[in-house]
């Protein structure tokens, strides 16, 4: 299983996705974590259920999101800010992808409280979560 996460290390407000999955892959290490560039060709061709990790700006506790539509639209401060809202809708009208499940980590906070918080995500919406259930469920942590 490969789980993709995004984040530039040299930006501060871009960086909690990569400190997060630092420490989520000593918690699972049989799970593939893969820093992905979405400047280039990131996506396992055979991969059908993509799940991402990624920062994301205004949160309090990790969250999950699988649908594009739950993202506003704001002025790109990176690079894959741009790319990723453009390219994850056309992979799944393309048919490249199915579905996607993406573990949204606050930009600012305690890196270990959100790997915790994440780690139950991947629990309940990954690991058991069944081949023909295609839906994905919000769980705030306690």
Not at 30 to 46: G, K, N, Q, V, Y
Not at 97 to 113: F, M
Request: proline share 4%; glycine share 2%.
């Amino acid at each position: 299983m490969i789980i993709y996460y995004f984040g530039n290390s040299s930006l501060s407000c871009d960086s909690s996705a990569i400190k997060v999955c630092q420490i989520l892959k000593k918690m699972f290490p049989f799970i593939d974590f893969r820093h992905a560039d979405p400047t280039d060709e990131w996506l396992e061709s055979a991969q059908k259920n993509v799940v991402i990790i990624d920062t994301v700006a205004g949160l309090n506790h990790a969250t999950t999101y699988c649908d594009m539509k739950d993202f506003i639209r704001t002025k790109s401060t990176t690079v894959h800010d741009y790319d990723l809202s453009i390219e994850l809708p056309l992979l799944i009208k393309t048919g490249k992808i199915q579905s996607i499940l993406i573990i949204a980590i606050p930009e600012k906070g305690n890196s270990k409280e959100f790997a915790n918080q994440a780690a139950s995500l991947i629990r309940t919406n990954v690991l058991l979560k069944s081949e023909t259930h295609n839906s994905c469920k919000d769980h705030t942590p306690e």
